[in-house]
């Protein structure tokens, strides 16, 4: 029997198969619906006959034609709902919010998306002793999972080429794996987004906005101030944010609140393993995007902490920072300006140490808009009397570049730079970058 019905299912479909075009063709009004309704019901009075002899018993009386429909005016498409009104520049949107359900609930795994980022660099300098020649710089990794409607988590991985990265003695050049952020989020609204982990500290444009990935920049390097491994700015923090964006009369204020680990002992490092002194960092940062015009952006920071270096003295550290951007591209302006406070606690000892850049950039109208020249100068000042950044030299120094985008994925950049520290020659350098992301 089961046999029999495959012949049938079979039988049926090359039936369908085999009958001439215009019957399959679709119908645009009733008469020739009516007409193919006819031509369908014979051939399966065919088929059922066929099938029947197959089987062994008596053919299905045949199935009389239904009687033509009035006709009738062919079914309108259902009106589209009205689109929602274009939200002005620098409006937050909120999209429709739909429920995705758990990954378990949906029966899959969350599903992750990569990013990479890589960057190849040449380099020579007029300094006594310096290298040149070429290097490779950071092979880096972003990872993106949705784990429900509202929770994210995302992830970056770096691999830095280092003099010392390999073990045993003398140290073996190679690469050091960085895990350089890792957080998962809870997405309640624009509003109001809580996550946890390893971030970049938002105390500054910089940090927030250019992440690892030279691609992700205009220019080759970073600003002295926000240095990856540099000590002037906790770079990375580990704890818990609060933030998220308020429309506010079209000032789209964005807001965030931290509590974390601070510096470590190394106060170039994070807390990652947990916090050096059991005195947790904190850090409120506002800033805002308004609809006009269109493109600036301007706020500020502050954050408090207690160190505790190797040498045992500890110190409260207090971090205030401003920004100017303008986020267009003809021209582009970044300012920033950060203090650094230093108190040790129970001694006297107290200073300020001030840092700034300010970097003006214009993508060229003409050639497909491919060339983008820069320039930036930056300014650290480091008191005698601040004994944690002894380590942290002042600079006054230039940047003139240019960038070009081979493609819409990879960069070459080209850079002069010179610069001055206390008690030492101006250093001479030029630089050349591809970036890439993929």
Not at 134 to 153: A, P, Y
Request: hydrophobic share 35%; net charge neutral.
């Amino acid at each position: 029997m089961k046999l029999l019905m495959k012949s049938s299912m079979i039988l049926i479909c090359l039936g369908l198969l085999r009958m001439p075009a215009p019957v399959l063709a679709q119908a645009p009004n009733s008469a020739e619906s009516n007409d193919l309704i006819k031509a369908l019901l014979a051939r399966v009075e065919q088929l059922e006959k066929r099938v029947a002899e197959l089987e062994g018993r008596p053919a299905p009386s045949p199935t009389p034609a239904p009687e033509a429909p009035e006709a009738v005016a062919p079914p309108q498409p259902p009106e589209a709902p009205p689109s929602p009104p274009e939200a002005p520049p620098g409006e937050p949107v909120t999209a429709p919010q739909v429920h995705m359900g758990h990954p378990d609930e949906q029966g899959s795994a969350p599903v992750s998306h990569i990013a990479g980022f890589s960057d190849l660099n040449f380099s020579t300098t007029d300094r006594h002793g310096a290298r040149s020649g070429f290097n490779e710089g950071q092979f880096v990794l972003h990872l993106n999972s949705r784990l429900s409607s509202k929770v994210v988590f995302f992830g970056e991985l770096s691999f830095s080429a280092r003099t010392d990265a390999g073990t045993g003695l003398p140290p073996a050049t190679g690469f050091n794996a960085e895990v350089e952020r890792a957080m998962v989020r809870f997405d309640q609204s624009d509003y109001l987004k809580v996550s946890f982990g390893r971030y970049h500290t938002p105390i500054n444009y910089w940090n927030m906005t250019f992440h690892h990935g030279q691609w992700l920049q205009t220019t080759a390097s970073r600003p002295e101030m926000v240095q990856f491994g540099g000590s002037f700015l906790p770079i990375h923090f580990v704890g818990t944010l609060v933030e998220g964006v308020l429309p506010a009369s079209g000032l789209n204020l964005n807001y965030n609140l931290g509590l974390g680990n601070g510096r470590s002992s190394v106060i170039s490092r994070a807390g990652d393993w947990g916090d050096i002194n059991n005195n947790r960092a904190w850090l409120v940062t506002l800033f805002s995007r308004p609809n006009r015009p269109y493109g600036l952006q301007f706020g500020g920071s502050v954050y408090r902490d207690k160190i505790t270096p190797i040498a045992g003295r500890e110190f409260r550290e207090w971090i205030q920072t401003a920004h100017l951007v303008w986020q267009k591209e003809n021209p582009e302006l970044i300012a920033e300006f950060s203090n650094v406070s230093h108190q040790e606690v129970g001694g006297p000892s107290q200073s300020n140490s001030q840092a700034w850049y300010v970097q003006l950039g214009y993508r060229l109208p003409g050639l497909q808009k491919l060339w983008k020249p820069y320039y930036r100068f930056e300014y650290i000042h480091i008191p005698a009397g601040d004994t944690l950044f002894r380590a942290v030299p002042s600079l006054a120094g230039s940047t003139i570049g240019v960038r070009y985008d081979i493609s819409s994925f990879a960069a070459l950049k080209l850079e002069y730079r010179n610069q001055r520290r206390p008690g030492e020659p101006r250093v001479n350098g030029a630089f050349a970058q591809t970036s890439f992301t993929f």
